[in-house]
């Protein structure tokens, strides 16, 4: 994300004011102070989010799909809004019209086209096999970044490119099987996609300086179109609220707290604080938990084609984010560079 020319504190996920980005002309103490922040957020993004997919997967159960997405980011969005009036008053919310058409844009690519898709898909897909899927997500950003950054790609990243590819081959013949539904494992690619393309254009286009609105108005646009797309899809009809189970619903509280409010905040602020291809790597290490988690919790089967295909992809990514983080790589950038690019 970018900042506007004048850009308030924003404020860290636990509620703290981190360093301001790095000066051209005093690069020496910024960087260090950050530092520590970005591993924090790192780490929150790397563990929490691993663990939603098998949250989305009990959700869904018992819950229509894009009406529980829905109620987990306006939920979310709005307590973002009354943390925001308590703590900061009006001026908290306070963009200028591009910026508020900036962040309802990413919301609706983040949330409504990946977490939406990725939310229908898990009605069909296994959490793991979903997360494994995901994780695909840092090779789009190199296409993405090839096609719409105007950089060239170096070989290492096309080859992990490529090879991350062939590991999406592998996670999905088990569909072209008939054991995972076609039409899940599509749904969940799509939602890679657009998931890669509203982080590529958050670093783009101009986003509120305050990460907490951003984050606010992101998940109040996506969770307005998630309630659209499912009074489109018919899924209020027979929608019972009381045979909604207690697992369900504890499920959808904790996507509110932790995968929304703390979580999505963090990756926000992240997007605006780290380079693109550092925080990518929460597309890695997600898929472990993930796995590990549907395998122990949901006793979802740790299949050859799985662990196949999750670790070709993995070393995919990895081979990605290695050669994009070596000194002197246009995409691994620093982080004043990418909250100093003022386009407001």
């Known amino acids: 994300m970018t900042s506007p020319a004048s850009p308030q504190p924003a404020t860290t996920p636990g509620g703290s004011t981190p360093a301001t980005p790095a000066n051209p002309a005093t690069p020496a103490t910024a960087p260090a102070r950050l530092s520590g922040a970005v591993w924090l957020a790192l780490a929150v993004v790397?563990?929490?989010?691993?663990?939603?997919?098998?949250?989305?997967?009990?959700?869904?159960?018992?819950?229509?799909?894009?009406?529980?997405?829905?109620?987990?980011?306006?939920?979310?969005?709005?307590?973002?809004?009354?943390?925001l009036l308590v703590r900061q008053g009006p001026a908290g919310l306070r963009v200028s019209g591009r910026q508020l058409a900036s962040a309802a844009l990413v919301g609706l690519l983040l949330l409504t086209g990946g977490n939406g898709l990725v939310v229908l898909g898990e009605t069909s897909v296994p959490s793991g096999l979903a997360a494994l899927l995901v994780a695909a997500v840092p090779l789009w950003m190199v296409v993405l970044t090839a096609f719409g950054g105007?950089?060239?790609?170096?070989?290492?990243?096309?080859?992990?490119?490529?090879?991350?590819?062939?590991?999406?081959?592998?996670?999905?013949?088990?569909?072209?099987?008939?054991?995972?539904?076609?039409?899940?494992?599509?749904?969940?690619?799509?939602?890679?996609?657009?998931?890669?393309?509203?982080?590529?254009?958050?670093k783009k286009i101009p986003m509120p300086g305050n990460v907490l609105a951003a984050s606010a108005y992101q998940m109040l646009a996506g969770g307005l179109c998630n309630v659209l797309i499912g009074l489109a899809r018919g899924e209020q009809h027979g929608l019972d609220l009381g045979a909604v189970s207690g697992r369900s619903?504890?499920?959808?509280?904790?996507?509110?707290?932790?995968?929304?409010?703390?979580?999505?905040?963090?990756?926000?602020?992240?997007l605006q604080s780290a380079p693109l291809t550092l925080v990518a790597t929460y597309a890695y290490v997600n898929p472990v938990v993930a796995v590990l988690l549907g395998w122990l919790i949901l006793a979802e089967p740790l299949t050859g084609p799985t662990l196949a295909g999750g670790s070709i992809v993995v070393v995919g990514v990895c081979l990605v984010v290695s050669v994009s983080r070596r000194p002197g790589s246009r995409r691994s950038g620093s982080p004043s560079k990418s909250k100093g690019d003022v386009r407001a």
Not at 252 to 261: K, R
């Open 46 to 83: 790397y563990v929490v989010w691993g663990s939603t997919y098998l949250a989305i997967r009990i959700a869904v159960e018992t819950m229509p799909s894009f009406f529980s997405a829905a109620a987990r980011f306006l939920t979310a969005g709005l307590l973002l809004v009354g943390y």
């Open 150 to 202: 105007g950089e060239r790609p170096k070989r290492a990243e096309l080859a992990g490119v490529l090879l991350g590819l062939v590991g999406l081959g592998v996670l999905s013949a088990p569909a072209i099987g008939g054991s995972v539904k076609p039409l899940g494992v599509v749904l969940i690619i799509c939602a890679t996609l657009a998931w890669a393309a509203g982080s590529f254009a958050s």
């Open 249 to 270: 619903w504890l499920a959808l509280g904790y996507l509110v707290l932790f995968g929304s409010l703390l979580a999505f905040t963090a990756y926000a602020w992240l």
